[in-house]
């Protein structure tokens, strides 16, 4: 059995310090990231670039010495993939061509054609896997169906889905195929990055809030139960991390109903409701806010320490509730992990 703290955590092990790691940890707070997406030239050059991709992986490792490295890759690869055109407009954020149509959707490729595509990603985990410290642990991952669909059928990341869900209402025969080909066709895309080194996976669902009552359960809570469930028979024992972002309720019974080994929090809960409602049923992730990145001081102990002793019962991974911002300062992310490491 490994004995790396995040494992442990991962197999329901109450740690005294609990490990921790931070989404996007590999961004554009750092300055050493920034340097070297400009040597790519631009964000998509560098998730295919395998050695810089290896290399910004690296350097929150470096810098802060994390529990956890999460590849740098983007979860809209996988649409890149399947055959939409994707590109990001400088503050603005992803394009991509839309799907709205039997018609668009019989131009997709099928799951089996994206490893070509994507093989860069997989060399950069078994880059990565050679050269992390021996104590860190690999997270691969992919977006979840209905966040990746969100995107594809808008063509952009939109406030409330309202396309997505149009679709769903309007055409939900076209919006369950898109859902079919994305499960499997994850299930494919994590296959390789298990077999390429990667010792979790994440499966994010950073829109899953926008779906409620039987809409949840069909389109979140079952793709990552299939997800979850075809991983596991091939390859047993890996575990899953699953992030039904801002599930509220939804986050009740998720770890039972998909299978995931950890549920990770946003900051919409507090970590009192996470350790009585979701925590009893295993092993949690998070979940302090962004902001304390950008803030700092008092505040930021304060809540490290409360977060910590608030899910100090059970199995957990100290992280925040979502992606660190570009305007967050490193300093803060050291003061947030000797903060989480003091002995109290
Ligand atoms: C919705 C979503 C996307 N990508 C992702 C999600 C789900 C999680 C979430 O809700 O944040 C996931 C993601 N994106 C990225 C990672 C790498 C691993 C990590 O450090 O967490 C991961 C796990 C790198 C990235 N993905 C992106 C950046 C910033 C790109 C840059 O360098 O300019 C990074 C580091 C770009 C991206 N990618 C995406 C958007 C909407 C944007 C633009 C917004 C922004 O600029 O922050 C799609």
Not at 163 to 169: C, D, F, K, Q, T
Not at 235 to 253: D, L, N, S, T
Not at 270 to 283: F, I, M, R, S, Y
Not at 305 to 331: E, V, W
Request: glycine fraction near 10%; include cysteine; charged fraction near 25%.
């Amino acid at each position: 059995m490994s004995d790396k703290t995040i494992l442990k955590a991962l197999r329901g092990e109450v740690q005294k310090v609990p490990p921790i790691w931070m989404m996007r940890q590999a961004g554009r707070y750092l300055p050493e990231y920034r340097a070297t997406r400009a040597e790519a030239g631009d964000f998509l050059s560098l998730c295919y670039n395998s050695d810089l991709a290896a290399e910004v992986t690296l350097q929150p490792i470096r810098r802060f010495g994390f529990d956890a490295a999460i590849l740098f890759a983007d979860i809209l690869l996988l649409p890149q993939a399947l055959g939409a055109d994707l590109w990001f407009v400088t503050g603005e954020g992803p394009r991509l061509s839309t799907i709205t149509s039997a018609d668009d959707f019989s131009g997709l490729a099928t799951k089996d054609d994206i490893h070509d595509t994507l093989a860069p990603v997989y060399e950069t985990v078994r880059i990565l896997s050679r050269e992390l410290p021996r104590e860190t642990t690999l997270i691969g991952f992919a977006g979840a169906p209905w966040t990746v669909a969100t995107y594809m059928i808008a063509g952009r990341g939109t406030k409330d889905q309202g396309p997505a869900h149009a679709l769903r209402e309007g055409n939900v025969a076209l919006f369950e195929k898109i859902i079919d080909l994305l499960t499997e066709a994850t299930i494919e895309y994590l296959d390789q990055q298990i077999r390429a080194g990667a010792e979790v996976v994440k499966i994010f669902d950073s829109w899953a809030g926008s779906l409620k009552g039987e809409a949840f359960g069909k389109y979140a809570v079952e793709p990552a139960r299939r997800i979850t469930s075809e991983l596991k028979t091939r390859h047993p024992g890996i575990p899953v991390i699953g992030f039904p972002r801002e599930a509220g309720e939804g986050y009740i019974g998720f770890h039972a109903k998909t299978g995931v080994d950890c549920v990770a929090l946003d900051d919409s809960v507090t970590p009192e409701w996470g350790a009585a409602n979701v925590q009893k049923d295993g092993c949690v992730q998070g979940n302090m806010a962004s902001r304390h990145m950008v803030t700092g001081g008092q505040a930021l102990i304060d809540e490290v320490r409360h977060i910590r002793q608030a899910f100090s019962k059970g199995p957990h991974i100290f992280n925040l509730g979502h992606g660190i911002t570009p305007d967050a300062d490193p300093d803060n992310v050291s003061l947030m992990i000797e903060t989480l490491r003091e002995t109290v």
